[in-house]
Every structure is written in C-alpha cells, then in structure tokens.
C-alpha cells in the first residue's frame, strides 16, 4: 500500500474590498490576487490599520471576480458579517488598540 499524496499547499488569496453606502449599491472588489498580490494586499492593510478577516471560503468565492465588481447577492450575508468585523474592530481601534 502506497503513501497517501499529500494536498498541494495552494498559494495565499486575500480580496480587498469597499463600500460606501452613499455611491454603492453593493460592496465592490478593490483588489485581489494569490500568492505575491495577495501578500502585497495583505501588507498594505497591515500598514494602513485596516482590520483583515481571514476566511479561506469567502476568499475563493470573492477571488473569482474582477476589481470594481460588485459582490454577487449570494454573498451578501458573509460579506456583511465582515463588515460587522470591520466597523466593531475599528471603533475599539479609535478608543485604544
């Protein structure tokens, strides 16, 4: 009986995305990629204070569209349950990180 093969370890995704509730109707992709894109993304956020959620799931769903798209209505509950992250970090970050 043979080794088992191990899973090939797949590159990093990180999206960024935006929303303004004023000009959007939806959340729009700002940025995505894999691997060096996706570490660069990653590193902007790190430097600019931005809080980052780290759901695989959601990052393969979200990596499949293109930056200025807005977010099917399928992942309008997960996408809105980061936000919720975002704005909670956010508000404990202004009283004292």
Same mark, same amino acid.
């Given at each position: 009986?043979?080794?088992?093969?191990?899973?090939?370890?797949?590159?990093?995704? =990180?999206? =960024? &995305?935006?929303?303004? +509730?004023? @000009?959007?109707?939806?959340? +729009?992709? &700002?940025? =995505?990629?894999?691997?060096?894109?996706? +570490?660069?993304?990653?590193?902007?956020?790190? !430097?600019?204070?931005?809080?980052?959620?780290?759901?695989?799931? #959601?990052? !393969?769903?979200?990596?499949? #569209?293109?930056?200025?798209?807005?977010?099917?209505?399928?992942?309008?509950? $997960? $996408?809105?349950? $980061? &936000?919720?992250?975002?704005?909670? @970090?956010?508000?404990?970050?202004?009283?004292?990180?």
């Amino acid at each position: 009986m043979g080794k088992p093969e191990m899973p090939e370890k797949t590159e990093p995704k =990180a999206i =960024a &995305l935006g929303y303004d +509730r004023e @000009t959007m109707s939806a959340p +729009r992709v &700002l940025a =995505a990629g894999q691997g060096y894109i996706a +570490r660069k993304i990653l590193e902007m956020a790190e !430097e600019h204070n931005i809080p980052v959620e780290k759901d695989p799931v #959601l990052a !393969e769903a979200l990596s499949h #569209l293109d930056p200025g798209e807005e977010i099917p209505p399928e992942l309008y509950q $997960v $996408v809105a349950e $980061v &936000l919720v992250f975002i704005m909670e @970090t956010d508000k404990k970050c202004k009283k004292g990180c």
